[in-house]
């Protein structure tokens, strides 16, 4: 009875996330404190970092990409210091509609890559970030394409 029990708790919890991601190989899932903001976190032995934020929001218009797109670039820009290298129209694994923001940054006279990719969902904005210094981003970005697109939106 408590290994049921066990494996009850295990699958509700993993239906109480708004998203499914699948961690590709040469990155590791970390397990995160309860206190996370990250709903998934996983990375790649040089540090580059792929997560998942769930953030709960309601009200008109809170399923409009272009306030998020433009509400997102300006926080990153202004408060972060990143420079918005390319937008794109993307499309979550279960074909939900949802946009990739390309950031740029140098840090110490050294460059960094950090992508946000966010679809909305109910009254989730689900947020996925990759990010990590350029020369091993662009070594693991194929497997960063990869597990974006393996994100699916319930």
């Keep these: 009875m408590k290994k049921f029990l066990a494996i009850f708790v295990l699958a509700l919890a993993a239906c109480g996330r708004p998203f ?3 961690t590709a190989p040469g990155f590791l899932e970390l397990k995160e404190a309860d206190s996370s903001s990250y709903a998934y976190r996983a990375t790649t032995p040089e540090g580059v970092v792929v997560g998942v934020r769930v953030v709960d929001v309601e009200g ?5 990409l272009g306030f998020w797109t433009r509400a997102l670039t300006l926080q990153l820009r202004d408060a972060g210091g990143y420079a918005l290298l390319d937008t794109r129209d993307v499309k979550s694994r279960d074909g939900a ?9 140098d840090e110490s006279g050294k460059p960094y890559v950090y992508w946000v990719t966010f679809f909305t969902s109910d009254d989730h904005l689900i947020v996925a970030e990759a990010g990590g210094a350029k020369p091993q981003f662009d070594a693991a970005q194929s497997s960063v394409e990869w597990m974006l697109a393996s994100l699916a939106v319930k």
């Design 60 to 64: 008109e218009g809170s399923h409009d």
């Design 20 to 22: 499914d991601v699948k």
């Design 97 to 105: 509609p949802g946009k990739q923001l390309r950031f740029g940054r």
